[in-house]
Each structure stands twice: as C-alpha cells, then as structure tokens.
C-alpha cells in the first residue's frame, strides 16, 4: 500500500563533537500494521505498530492523529483527540517498532465505515496509512482517543508463548511486580488496565491449573486471591501460533 509524506528532516547534528543524534522519523520509512484489538465497555481499542524499514536509526515522540478512510480516501471520521499525555522519546533502529493504541465507540446509533486509516506524525512529520484489513466500523457518538507512541518491547511474531499457564502467570507477575509494560506484551490495552484498575496482593498468588473451555483454544487459568475471591484470566491461541491473554475478571 503507498504512503504518503511530507517532508522530512535531517539527522541532527550533535553539539558535543560525536556521532550524530538521529533526527525524527518521517513517515515515509516506516510501514503501518494492526498488532492488537479488544474491546471493553462499548470502546474498542486497537494498537497500530510503526516499523522503521530503513537503514537509519530515527525517533518518534508524542501522539498521532487518527482518521477512518472511506473507499474513496475521503476521512470520515472527525478528527481524533489525546488520549493521555504526550509520552517520551522512542529511539526506532532499524527494524524495530513504535506502537500505539486507539480507542473508538461502538455502542452508537450512528456508525461509519472503512477499511484504512489515516495515521499523521507528530512534529509535523507527515502521515501513512494503514490497512485495518477489511470495512471497520467507528461509531459516532463520541471522538476518537489515541495515546502516545511507545516502544514496542517484542517485534511482531516473536516472543511466542507456547503454554496458556505460562501467558498467564507472566501476566499476574506483571501485576504483582507493577509492570504494566510485561504486561502489554502479554494482552490489550483493555485488559490491562482492567487489571491494573484493581490492587495487586503482596505476592504472586498461587495458580490453580488451566482448564480448557467449550471456545476452541481457549483456556481460563484462576488464581485464589482471598478465601472468597479470585481472578480468572481467559488465555487463548495455540502451541504453534502462541497464546495471549484475551481477559480477566475479578470474581468470588
């Protein structure tokens, strides 16, 4: 799919004498992809991957603009507005990823839809868009939110969980320890600050086996936390594609 720029900076020279500090990211070399979706609450929200495709090291900071794109390129979307704060500096080497992640309505009465999306730089640094891999709909009753770019601690298809048990003890790991970045890599935005809304015991808590669901390739794995309460976390996927967690829920 084409992406289109405008402008681009060059590398910045650094004062001190050195090697020189690399210059912001142009849109041009980095390719746009869907990495996560899930939705929670009648908001779904979905993490766009950025891919530096060149041969030079470059940075990202701050939060993209987000506009759903009709079959004839038109925006149908209003523009999209912050969804937190502006975030730090992501160094992008070579083949390595940014990531954000943006949240839109679907529980509207009015809905539109398409099937790319329009994603603009921060700083001026042009924009690309992104395939969502079929029509999408966005409601309309409310804006959409993006959030800061990040770095992306794994690059997509790797990392790969071949045990439900073991995404799911790493995700309660990742709560106990106060890691919301572990955790990211192991579920959606949704789900982790579900998970993180609640507070985490002292200690990891002991975890009762997997047990297989009716859904195909779907496991919940519970974990004790009080002698009347507990939470399930819903891992799904396969040995050869990987698992991740797709929910929690806090429960007696």
């Known amino acids: ?92 080497r070579p083949g390595r990823t940014a990531r954000f992640t943006f949240s839109r309505p679907n529980a509207c009465d009015g809905t539109v839809a398409g099937s790319r999306l329009r994603v603009t730089l921060p700083q001026g640094q042009g924009f690309l868009v992104v395939d969502l891999g079929g029509d999408t709909q966005f409601g309309t009753c409310a804006r959409v939110g993006v959030r800061a770019l990040e770095a992306a601690t794994t690059s997509p298809g790797s990392g790969r969980i071949a045990d439900p048990q073991v995404a799911a003890d790493r995700l309660i790991a990742a709560w106990v320890g106060g890691d919301r970045a572990a955790a990211r890599t192991l579920t959606g935005l949704a789900v982790t600050d579900r998970l993180f809304s609640e507070s985490p015991p002292a200690h990891a808590p002991a975890a009762l086996p997997c047990r297989l669901v009716p859904d195909p390739a779907t496991y919940v794995c519970s974990y004790p936390l009080a002698p009347h309460a507990a939470l399930s976390v819903v891992v799904e996927g396969g040995a050869s594609a990987g698992y991740s967690v797709s929910g929690v829920e806090f429960g007696d």
């Open 1 to 92: 799919m084409p992406v289109i720029v405008t402008g681009q900076l060059p590398v910045a020279a650094n004062p001190s004498g050195g090697q020189p500090a690399p210059g912001r990211c142009a849109a041009a070399p980095l390719r746009g992809s869907v990495q996560a979706s899930d939705g929670a609450a009648g908001t779904i929200y979905t993490t766009i991957g950025l891919r530096n495709l060149s041969a030079r090291t470059c940075t990202v900071k701050g939060i993209p603009h987000v506009r759903l794109l009709n079959d004839q390129g038109q925006p149908v979307t209003a523009p999209s507005v912050p969804g937190g704060p502006a975030g730090s500096l992501v160094v992008l």
